[in-house]
């Protein structure tokens, strides 16, 4: 079965930095492009952050991340990161990671951003 697992999510303060993880099964990981995507209460799912399946030499962000989110990936670890630097209230949202080619969509991880 395919899973997507988050984690790394947490409470932090505008400026903190986090990174989120996603571990990745049932499929053969490096051979995708994965993204991330983020969700806040209210709204419609939103891509972050794209990167290739060739280990990693091509990225992409939604203009709001730019600068300050770095997505990378091991593919002998099945793990997809998200560093997120500079957060900022208008961040807090369940992060959520997956295949370009959508799969089963995990839990998420949440990152609230708040003083």
């Known amino acids: 079965q395919v899973q997507l697992v988050e984690s790394g999510g947490g409470l932090v303060q505008p400026g903190g930095s986090l990174r989120l993880s996603c571990a990745a099964s049932g499929f053969t990981f490096s051979r995708y492009p994965m993204r991330w995507y983020r969700q806040a209460p209210g709204k419609e799912r939103e891509l972050v952050a794209g990167?290739?399946?060739?280990?990693?030499?091509?990225?992409t962000y939604a203009d709001s991340v730019k600068g300050r989110f770095t997505i990378s990936r091991d593919n002998a670890k099945n793990t997809l990161y998200l560093q997120m630097n500079s957060l900022k209230p208008e961040d807090t949202a369940v992060y959520y990671c997956n295949a370009q080619t959508t799969m089963n969509w995990g839990q998420g991880t949440q990152v609230t951003v708040s003083s």
């Open positions: 990167i290739s399946s060739d280990g990693g030499s091509t990225t």
